[in-house]
């Protein structure tokens, strides 16, 4: 079975810091990996998407993510982090390579401290 | 242009009730999936729609869901019997088609409360 973790539900950076959210995979085959965005009281974004087609990924707002296989993971950064990025992101998985059946980690809350 | 909507946006009911949640997808989006958040969870697939079938319900938790999309576009999903574990966030996503190279669209969510 597939699924994501997710280290650390909660991270605070300062603005203009480096954002890393960490996500590692469980999958039995190649996995199709996600990051999603969920802002305050508003629906999920999508925000990247690895395919296999490059291991690094760039997403919206300065977004990316590399993936990994050596270390199972797919972890989001950002060389800068705005005020604005505060959220929750979550990592997520399939193996069909659509969105259906997507599994989700249970989400990182970012902190940006001015 | 208009994005997923879904209605009502908050609805509280009475353990054993039937309630019923809509979705209205982005137009000519012909993929439309529901997610069901618990709280301090992630998404938890529910249903996919491919059209107007569905295409894999594998996520429904039990025979008490079931969802519909007629027409293709809108779809309903329908939740006979509350129970208080079924409190949650229920989410509408829809995509151009199905597929890893199309971006999905989610809807703000209906926040169920079962008393």
């Known amino acids: 079975a597939q699924s994501v973790t997710q280290l650390g539900s909660h991270v605070s950076v300062s603005e203009g810091a480096l954002v890393l959210l960490r996500c590692n995979y469980s999958s039995s085959v190649p996995p199709y990996l996600f990051w999603y965005v969920q802002y305050p009281n508003q629906g999920l974004q999508f925000l990247l998407k690895y395919t296999s087609a490059a291991t690094l990924v760039k997403g919206i707002n300065g977004f990316e993510a590399e993936f990994k296989k050596s270390e199972t993971s797919f972890h989001l950064t950002k060389p800068s982090a705005h005020m604005s990025d505060a959220a929750e992101y979550f990592c997520a998985v399939s193996d069909s390579g659509g969105y259906q059946k997507v599994t989700f980690g249970i989400g990182t809350k970012l902190q940006v401290i001015p | 242009g208009a994005g997923v909507s879904q209605t009502p946006s908050n609805k509280v009911t009475e353990k054993g009730k039937y309630v019923e949640l809509r979705c209205d997808p982005i137009s000519g989006h012909t993929a439309l999936y529901w997610y069901r958040q618990s709280l301090g969870q992630g998404p938890e697939f529910l249903i996919y729609f491919q059209g107007t079938g569905a295409a894999d319900d594998s996520g429904l938790p039990n025979d008490r869901f079931f969802a519909v999309r007629p027409e293709g576009s809108v779809s309903t999903l329908k939740i006979q019997r509350t129970e208080r574990g079924d409190s949650a966030v229920y989410l509408c996503?829809?995509?151009?088609?199905?597929?890893?190279?199309?971006?999905?669209?989610f809807g703000p969510g209906t926040r169920l409360l079962v008393l």
């Open positions: 996503a829809s995509s151009l088609i199905a597929g890893n190279q199309e971006t999905q669209y």
